[in-house]
């Protein structure tokens, strides 16, 4: 595989939620050998270290948790993406999923000033398209799709200058969407296989569709892996556990056929709570995943003792 350069970029947020921990998710995928397992495929990696949001003043605001740490956290990691060097692969080292209101705006923004389509690729047992209004656990990390695809409400927000159209997002992996959230994306062409198809059908073939696709466009594509998009007894270091998620092997060939399409241009990586993890289990596992979407085969991968 033709070797990659690739920036490492740490976002120790922790105010999408109200449980702690995600803050520490960027140093447990460093002590978990990120950059040495990338490099060992012949990348060019530089850990860039983190991204801190500028200052802010929290004020009470209804419902919302941390909206104005939010708000802050979400421009600078957008500044962070957009001004991302073209060529140069963007690895976003979560931090809770709200990171991706700032990440995906910011790749959003690039790819407009490279005059090319921007994809999303949302791993995740959920589907985060609520808006302030609609969430009523006042959890800002259930709404980045919302917020990118320029639903109203983010009031205070960055503005959403170049909105990612329904039909250029592909969930995979959903088991927990609120009813509020699913009627409101029943009326959008966003692609949704929950767990329910890929036990009946498989996930290859939706994601094979979806990579043609974003082939075929000459698109940009962001990948949001979310650790709850695995099944919690192969990756419990994650706060919204839902049972019946993906398989390791599942997690593997996601990202194996995400290696073979070369078309991944960004990555998040979140929801990693090293708190609630298993002498380091989960963090490898990201680790490993990471791996196999950078060009690690089966034959690659060491045996793990943990």
């Not at 033709?2 to 976002?11: D, N």
């Not at 500028?54 to 979400?74: D, S, V």
């Not at 198809?197 to 892996?225: Q, W």
């Not at 695995?230 to 060939?253: F, M, Q, Y």
Request: glycine share 10%.
């Amino acid at each position: 595989m033709t070797p990659q350069t690739i920036t490492l970029i740490g976002a120790p947020m922790d105010s999408g939620k109200e449980s702690r921990g995600c803050l520490m998710g960027p140093d447990a995928l460093r002590t978990a050998g990120l950059e040495t397992a990338l490099s060992d495929l012949g990348h060019h990696v530089a850990d860039k270290g983190n991204v801190r949001p500028a200052p802010f003043a929290e004020t009470a605001c209804g419902h919302l948790h941390a909206p104005q740490e939010t708000i802050a956290w979400t421009q600078a990691l957008s500044d962070v993406a957009e001004g991302t060097e073209a060529g140069m692969v963007p690895i976003f080292m979560g931090g809770d999923h709200a990171l991706a209101l700032g990440t995906v705006r910011g790749m959003a923004n690039a790819a407009a000033r490279a005059d090319r389509p921007l994809f999303v690729l949302w791993l995740d047992a959920h589907t985060d398209y609520h808006t302030p209004a609609t969430t009523t656990s006042g959890n800002l990390h259930g709404t980045p799709l919302g917020y990118v695809t320029g639903r109203n409400g983010f009031d205070g927000f960055p503005a959403i200058t170049n909105p990612v159209p329904h039909d250029q997002i592909a969930m995979l992996g959903l088991r927990s969407v609120d009813a509020e959230e699913r009627a409101a994306i029943e009326l959008t062409d966003i692609t949704c296989v929950d767990m329910r198809h890929i036990d009946e059908h498989g996930i290859a073939k939706p994601l094979a569709a979806f990579l043609d696709r974003v082939a075929a466009a000459n698109g940009l594509l962001h990948v949001s892996l979310d650790v709850d998009f695995l099944d919690p007894s192969a990756a419990p270091a994650v706060g919204t556990t839902v049972p019946g998620g993906a398989t390791i092997r599942e997690g593997h060939l996601v990202m194996e056929m995400i290696c073979d399409s070369r078309l991944m241009t960004s990555l998040d990586i979140v929801e990693l709570n090293p708190f609630l993890d298993e002498r380091g289990r989960t963090a490898q596992l990201m680790v490993d995943l990471v791996a196999s979407a950078f060009g690690r085969r089966v034959f690659d991968r060491p045996t793990r003792a943990y």
